[in-house]
């Protein structure tokens, strides 16, 4: 059973616009999300977390918003550019931290258009 | 700045052989993971470790077996390599702490089995 859920596999937006990346999860005792951001050939690396007592965070171009009773959370990228390009996993948490593992979503790929 | 590496980039073997990934960090983390990744299937969970000698199986460990005898270092084996085990391998890690959940991954090694 997917826990976490990225439904579009694929997005492909101007550059300059705005990508929207969505993800909703089944776990209510998920606490603590993140995303990831991945080129091929390399490993993911961190982009931007959010704590479930909150409902926005921004850093730079990316925000991500969180609805705990939609149980969905979505990464804004703006403005998008071509090497934003890259495959983008939504994870989380339960409340915790310490060893606990992260469940990832199976990713959506952003293609931004130049 | 937190580093994982990985022992090789790009590896082919045989059915049949045993074959050993190892990862490495530099940042005295406690836990260690080793994840692959598929197209579609996302990031998915093979083992993780929590401390030397101690092992933790994940969602996906049929097939595979995992040693940590070094706090820095995190091996995953293959006893016998099969062409379903081709695929692209993540090692990750992350401190034991309540209040940070990101995870550290290498640049990952491209598996194939032939």
């Known amino acids: 059973d997917q826990q976490v859920k990225q439904n579009s596999p694929s997005l492909s937006v101007q550059e300059g616009r705005i990508s929207i990346l969505n993800c909703d999860y089944t776990?209510?005792?998920?606490?603590?999300f993140l995303w990831y951001k991945k080129y091929p050939a390399e490993g993911p690396t961190f982009l931007i977390s959010?704590?479930?007592i909150k409902d926005k965070n921004e850093d730079g171009r990316f925000t991500v918003f969180l609805n705990k009773s939609a149980k969905h959370l979505s990464l804004h990228i703006v403005p998008s550019q071509p090497g934003d390009s890259a495959v983008y996993f939504c994870?989380?948490?339960?409340w915790g931290g310490g060893s606990e593992k992260l469940v990832f979503g199976k990713g959506t790929k952003l293609t931004v258009n130049p | 700045d937190v580093k994982v590496t990985q022992s090789s980039r790009y590896l082919v073997k045989r059915t049949g052989e045993k074959v050993f990934l190892e990862c490495v960090q530099d940042?005295?983390?406690?836990?260690m993971f080793w994840y692959r990744q598929d197209p579609g299937l996302g990031l998915r969970l093979i083992y993780f470790?929590?401390?030397?000698?101690?092992?933790e199986k994940g969602d996906i460990p049929e097939g595979y077996s995992v040693s940590r005898e070094k706090k820095e270092r995190f091996s995953l084996i293959l006893e016998s390599a099969s062409t379903n085990q081709t695929s692209m391998y993540l090692c990750?890690?992350?401190?034991?702490?309540?209040?940070?959940?990101?995870?550290?991954f290498g640049p990952g090694t491209r598996l194939t089995v032939t």
């Open positions: 940042m005295d983390h406690e836990n």
């Open positions: 994870a989380a948490s339960p």
């Open positions: 990750a890690s992350s401190p034991f702490r309540q209040d940070l959940y990101e995870q550290y």
């Open positions: 776990n209510s005792m998920f606490d603590y």
């Open positions: 470790s929590y401390d030397v000698k101690m092992k």
């Open positions: 959010i704590s479930s």
